[in-house]
């Protein structure tokens, strides 16, 4: 990983909330940062490969416009001059979104933003580039035949999770302080885990999802970030209504209730969702060190599953039928040229009838419903994030591991994909080879604030 290091170079390792206050006190320009962070890319971009695209001329442009805002003292909004990249899934105008497929082409007028960018653009933001996905971002790892591996910046030998991990990596590396990354079985959390930063999947509804998504409901964007409350930042930014997306609804900032910390609140801290998972002992030690510190810091907690069965079978029946939907959309010929496993198993929800959608959406209901009644009791649950740390880079799967899908190693994330609840992985150590572990903490649906709280409350 990037070691810290001073002048120049040291803006790239600043969060965003310690850009903008060096911005508002004159220490240094959105021009300087930018210069960094654009430097610090260069650097880390052969070994890692978190990037698809990288825009110097349009990232310095927006870099000066910001400067120059300040100078006047007329700041855009919330992130002005704070650099942001934006995983390659979700469109930006000015230039090509590719979604990690050779088969799209970089042809096109690209004069449209979806909703969450354009938020970032409203605010001043400067956009760095845009950061690599595996195909259509169908799975937990990122690698792609359109951009080859990304690796993490812990080790480069390992993943760096997906289907954020273009995102995840870049953050971690200094590559810009914030990134925006899709999460639709897991794919902020587990990237955000294996490297070693915080990862917020928000509430279904919270953030506009257009264009929107062929996997449905099951689809979130949300901030990659090296802190909470950078995190928080990001959500007040791009949450919020949008006549596009039909679903969503006004909510308000969650950045002023951070520092409420968790004194009081009642967490249910699960280990392995009732023995159901195996949990790499070192990931299981760190994450009981830390739920031990939220109970130093006033907590009410104690050990208690949701009391649910994994419900993978109908999490692929969805997944799966989002994918045969994604391919039908696509000509022939692309379709015929995607990565074997996402042909895989868009083929298998090409099987499915509309009763085992509907058998499907059933579970993801009652999965809801026990959950909501979870929280009746219980503020927040707390479980790893994942129960390994990072494995070997290009496989889908550890090896040896005897896992035929991505889903095998990540039954702690998809579950809240399902109901929509907010979950938020934050960094709680490393194991003997200094890779990351992340703990999850997941809140009722449209309680954003609380999960950030409590994330807040581990870092200080």
Request: aromatic share 6%; net charge neutral.
């Amino acid at each position: 990983m990037t070691e810290p290091t001073t002048g120049h170079a040291a803006l790239a390792d600043l969060t965003a909330r310690q850009l903008l206050d060096g911005y508002g006190k004159g220490d240094f320009t959105p021009v300087e940062a930018t210069s960094a962070v654009l430097d610090r890319i260069e650097a880390v971009q052969p070994r890692i490969n978190a990037f698809v695209r990288i825009d110097v001329e349009q990232a310095l442009a927006q870099a000066e416009a910001a400067t120059e805002r300040r100078r006047k003292g007329e700041p855009l909004g919330l992130l002005d001059g704070v650099p942001v990249s934006v995983k390659d899934t979700l469109p930006t105008a000015g230039g090509p979104t590719l979604r990690g497929s050779k088969g799209a082409s970089t042809k096109g007028s690209w004069d449209v933003d979806a909703s969450a960018v354009a938020r970032l653009r409203e605010h001043g933001a400067v956009l760095v580039g845009k950061t690599t996905t595996p195909e259509f971002g169908w799975k937990a790892t990122t690698d792609s035949e359109l951009s080859g591996i990304t690796r993490n910046p812990h080790d480069p030998n390992r993943t760096a999770g997906g289907s954020s991990g273009g995102s995840a990596a870049a953050v971690a590396a200094g590559a810009a302080p914030l990134s925006l990354g899709t999460d639709g079985g897991g794919s902020v959390r587990i990237p955000a885990a294996f490297c070693g930063v915080v990862g917020l999947k928000p509430t279904y509804g919270r953030v506009p999802l257009f264009p929107a998504s062929p996997f449905g409901s099951l689809a979130h964007i949300g901030p990659l970030a090296r802190s909470a409350a950078d995190a928080a930042l990001v959500l007040d930014v791009i949450g919020g209504a949008d006549w596009r997306d039909w679903s969503v609804r006004a909510a308000e900032p969650v950045s002023p209730l951070l520092t409420e910390g968790v004194k009081g609140l009642r967490i249910a801290y699960s280990p392995a969702f009732g023995g159901q998972v195996a949990v790499h002992r070192e990931v299981a030690a760190a994450v009981r060190a830390a739920v031990a510190r939220l109970a130093g810091l006033g907590a009410y907690v104690e050990e208690a599953d949701p009391d649910f069965a994994d419900p993978v079978a109908a999490f692929h029946t969805l997944w799966f039928a989002g994918a045969a939907r994604l391919a039908h959309q696509l000509p022939s010929a692309w379709r015929a040229a995607l990565e074997p496993g996402l042909r895989e198993i868009a083929d298998q929800g090409a099987r499915l009838s509309a009763v085992d959608y509907l058998a499907a959406t059933e579970v993801q209901a009652q999965l809801g419903h026990r959950m909501a009644r979870f929280h009746l009791t219980y503020d927040l649950l707390v479980t790893p994030t994942l129960p390994i740390t990072a494995f070997e880079a290009g496989a889908e799967v550890p090896r040896g591991s005897g896992l035929r899908r991505w889903t095998g190693w990540t039954p702690f994330t998809y579950p809240f994909n399902m109901t929509g609840q907010p979950a938020v992985t934050v960094p709680v150590g490393t194991d003997s080879a200094g890779l990351p572990i992340g703990l999850q903490i997941v809140a009722a649906r449209h309680r954003d604030d609380l999960v950030l709280r409590a994330a807040h409350a581990l870092e200080q």
